[in-house]
């Protein structure tokens, strides 16, 4: 099996945005976050500061992770897997990944939000060095978000 990695702009936006619509769909069915359309995630690439992360097992992509960075600041908006190719450690290699790529960046510090009952997404950060540094009120229609934090080492 052979897993790869592509990253996105907003030049490969009508190639891409089809496509990872769909993996949000599918990743977030049956859960309240709003699903990312086409349109949506292709006026997210065009912002220069935005970008994507695809990852892949053989020809097919099986998750992605979108990013916006603002001088030594990431801030990751999404990271998703589609659920049959969930449990097998993709979520923490396209994180990993995205570490090596940051530190060409000269990215220093990586933020996120996460819905503070989303256990399955808060365990992958903490187990990928991110710390939980505060907390919105809601955030969400329904939950507070945790506002998680990594120190690019
Ligand atoms: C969160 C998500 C990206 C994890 O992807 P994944 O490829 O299954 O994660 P991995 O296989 O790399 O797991 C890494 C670690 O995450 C944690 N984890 C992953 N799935 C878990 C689950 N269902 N329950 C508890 N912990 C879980 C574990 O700590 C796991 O380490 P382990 O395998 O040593 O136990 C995936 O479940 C997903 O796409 N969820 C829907 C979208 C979402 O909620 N995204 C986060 C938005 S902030």
Sequence with gaps: MTISFAVYDGLAKGIIAEKLSKIHRLSFQGSVEQIWTPVEISSLLLNPDTRAMTIWQNAQVTGFLMWRQAREEAEIL????????????????????????????????????????????????????????????????????????????
């Design 78 to 153: 999404t990271l998703c897997i589609l659920p049959a190719f969930r449990g097998q450690g993709m979520g923490s290699q396209i994180l990993q990944k995205f570490y090596l790529l940051a530190a060409k960046n000269k990215i220093a510090e990586i933020f996120l939000e996460v819905r503070e009952n989303n256990a399955a997404a808060i365990s992958l950060y903490e187990k990928n060095a991110f710390k939980a540094v505060g907390r919105r009120k809601n955030y969400y229609s329904d939950k507070d978000a945790l506002i998680m934090k990594y120190i690019m080492k």
